[in-house]
């Protein structure tokens, strides 16, 4: 079964940058599509970044394009989300999974994400 541990959230002004990590097991992660998922108070999960197999197929949202950078390392099993330019509505939980993910896919415990103004 996969396994996904995110890490690298916290409290941040507007403007600022963090970096998200998520480490994977339980499955072949160089042969998955991966992404980063948000889902903000009263809103549905969101997709904002993907990495195909092979870092190719790149994906963002419109809402985080140019700002927001997604990396993975096959080596380490590990997916990153460089997030700069930070605004308050980029505050949510975010989380990484396999694209397409569903809400019957196992999900980690997500990473919170808070930007003050």
């Known amino acids: 079964q996969v396994r996904l541990v995110e890490s690298g959230g916290g409290l941040v002004q507007a403007g600022g940058s963090l970096r998200l990590s998520c480490v994977v097991s339980?499955?072949?992660?160089?042969?998955?599509?991966m992404g980063w998922y948000r889902q903000a108070t009263g809103k549905q999960r969101e997709l904002v970044a993907r990495?195909?197999?092979?870092?190719?197929?790149?994906y963002y949202a419109d809402s985080v394009k140019g700002r927001f950078t997604i990396s993975r390392d096959n080596a380490k099993n590990t997916v990153y989300l460089q997030m700069n330019s930070l605004k308050p509505e980029d505050t949510a939980v975010y989380y990484c999974?396999?694209?397409?993910?569903?809400?019957?896919?196992?999900w980690g415990q997500g990473t919170q994400v808070t930007v003050s103004s």
């Open positions: 999974n396999i694209v397409p993910a569903s809400d019957n896919d196992n």
């Open positions: 339980g499955t072949i992660f160089s042969f998955k599509s």
């Open positions: 990495n195909g197999i092979g870092g190719t197929r790149l």
